[in-house]
């Protein structure tokens, strides 16, 4: 064999075998992705999480006024298959089921959401109250409590009363500000008592985007130039507004914390070492997590400056003479600065940026972001288009906002993989399994070798619901409902017994059944095989080109 035939090969061999670590966004990276047995901190929070109209149904029961998702989702081409929230789950009618639930699992936390039409069916103080409505939330908290259940309480989750959508325009007007107060502070009045945590919003950045941008959600309005950013402007003022209501009037008696819950991404950019797709990337997670993490979360408060500068230049490009971005006062800026007991995180997968500036794009959220998102080959996806698995993006996610916001308390409030609505349904729900001991392990990575101040980590979701704009075609439950029996019988996936064992033992410690399952299924749930093969394939393909340099050299 020549000389040049053997250092080619060499490089060959190199190549192929660094490839698997070099390549960061790959399946998996020894160093970034090995398993880490250890257990969380004592008094750490388990829990599952469920939203009203997902799994309420009841639509029009009892007095409830009609929401911005029934008339959605009762409207012709809007969900997929014309599925609608009607009866959903039935856990109006099945909540003490739904609680045996969680006790079968040993949870001692479950985060809902309260149906704002439920308790004020025309969403004012002046259209009264339905007793029903209150009546069952009642029963519900109290069922949790006599199950040592503690209950986590989401205020808004995207169902808003239809009749100020048909008043207001919904999100988009100030107005919406004191009526939601006022709901605020009578279900602090009334529940406050034995709920000791509360959450304002859930993801804002869906509600505003998909709702008042794209349209692909309630109330499904389509301009993403304006009413995206004066949603997100409102909810931010109404947030900050029942913040102050609790601190002032209702903590000191009910010892509880309030905080909202943000959703996002984490993002990498595509290539490391050009600055335009770094700076790309930072500008990705500003104008997602930063939009409104930033006005709370931080010491300078206000929306992020290259959020505030990018607009304005859009805006001026577009002849305006004002930003598109609505502007705080200063003294809006101090009210809504601080807001925050812990900050609620909602986190499903990751993305790769690009810096992406089309020219002549519409304007609007989508195209002022400048970007452009790319996912790897190499990504596992779920049943929803959108949530590739990646599992060590939480732990960047969780060490980002450290380091940006202020050290705060995090509870993860969302975390869960989507099965597809098939025939068998999928009971052995390994795919599932293998994504929540892998981001559960990312978490316990972020406490203990990043200093994080993780306090809470819930499974999305309870049980199979209705997933919004995708009806019952993709399933996330950790246990199965059947929707064709009008009973809506629920059973347990395996999904459920893992998380189960991991409740139990407070995590993955050494010598526990659950740490050497985890163990036993870590290669293959994280791709190891995979990425051997990849290596072994290049590596082949090494040997290939090398032979045929050298053939084409005779």
Not at 225 to 231: E, V
Not at 315 to 332: D, K, V
């Given at each position: ?66 929401s911005i998702?029934?008339?959605f ?7 997929d ?18 609680v ?22 025309d ?108 949603c ?25 914390q ?9 993002a990498?950019?595509?290539?490391p070492e ?43 490009a ?16 101090a ?5 925050g ?20 794009a ?18 596992p ?20 906002i ?153």
């Amino acid at each position: 064999m020549s000389g040049t035939m053997l250092s080619l090969l060499a490089t060959s061999l190199i190549l192929g075998l660094a490839y698997g670590v070099e390549y960061d966004y790959g399946a998996y990276d020894r160093t970034r992705d090995e398993f880490r047995q250890g257990r969380f901190p004592n008094g750490f929070i388990w829990s599952t999480a469920t939203a009203s109209y997902q799994i309420e149904g009841g639509w029009d029961a009892d007095g409830k006024g009609e929401s911005i998702w029934d008339r959605f989702s009762h409207t012709p081409g809007k969900v997929d298959r014309g599925d609608t929230g009607d009866v959903a789950c039935d856990s109006y009618n099945k909540y003490r089921e739904d609680v045996q639930l969680m006790t079968d699992m040993g949870l001692r936390y479950y985060r809902f959401s309260l149906s704002w039409a439920r308790i004020f069916p025309d969403g004012t103080t002046e259209g009264g109250i339905n007793q029903a409505g209150v009546q069952y939330y009642n029963d519900l908290i109290n069922e949790l409590v006599r199950n040592s259940i503690s209950p986590m309480v989401t205020l808004y989750h995207w169902d808003l009363p239809q009749n100020l959508q048909d008043t207001y325009g919904g999100w988009v007007s100030e107005a919406l500000v004191k009526h939601y107060n006022d709901y605020a502070t009578f279900v602090f009045q009334e529940f406050g008592d034995r709920v000791k945590y509360w959450i304002t919003f859930n993801e804002p950045w869906v509600m505003c985007y998909l709702g008042y941008g794209t349209g692909e959600h309630a109330p499904g309005i389509q301009d993403e130039r304006n009413s995206t950013y004066l949603c997100g402007h409102n909810v931010l003022k109404a947030h900050a507004r029942a913040w102050h209501t609790y601190d002032t009037n209702f903590r000191a008696s009910q010892r509880g914390q309030i905080g909202i819950t943000l959703n996002s991404d984490w993002a990498e950019p595509r290539d490391p070492e050009l600055d335009a797709d770094v700076v790309a990337t930072d500008r990705y997670l500003q104008f997602y997590l930063g939009w409104f993490a930033n006005p709370i979360y931080t010491t300078e408060g206000d929306y992020p400056i290259v959020m505030k500068e990018y607009m304005l230049a859009k805006s001026q490009a577009e002849g305006l003479q004002e930003s598109r971005l609505p502007q705080f006062t200063p003294e809006e800026v101090a009210y809504i600065k601080g807001t925050g007991d812990f900050f609620g995180l909602n986190h499903y997968t990751t993305r790769i940026i690009e810096d992406n500036v089309v020219v002549g794009a519409s304007p609007g959220y989508t195209n002022d972001r400048d970007i452009a998102q790319y996912i790897p080959p190499e990504w596992p996806r779920a049943e929803s288009e959108w949530l590739y698995v990646v599992p060590w993006g939480l732990r960047r996610l969780l060490k980002f906002i450290k380091l940006n916001y202020g050290d705060p308390q995090i509870l993860v409030t969302e975390n869960g993989r989507s099965d597809g609505d098939v025939t068998p349904p999928v009971m052995d729900d390994t795919d599932r399994i293998c994504y929540y001991m892998t981001y559960i392990d990312e978490v316990l990575k972020a406490i203990e070798e990043d200093d994080v101040n993780v306090r809470a980590y819930t499974a999305w979701s309870l049980m199979d619901n209705f997933e919004w704009a995708r009806g019952y075609t993709e399933r996330f439950g950790l246990h199965y409902v059947d929707f064709t029996d009008p009973n809506r019988p629920r059973t347990p996936k395996e999904s459920a017994n893992f998380y189960k064992d991991v409740i139990a033992n407070n995590g993955f410690p050494e010598g526990a059944d659950v740490t050497e399952t985890v163990r036993s299924m870590w290669g293959e749930c994280r791709g190891t095989a995979a990425a051997t093969r990849g290596n072994i394939g290049l590596l082949a393909l090494s040997f290939l080109v090398t032979a045929m340099y050298n053939f084409l050299k005779i």
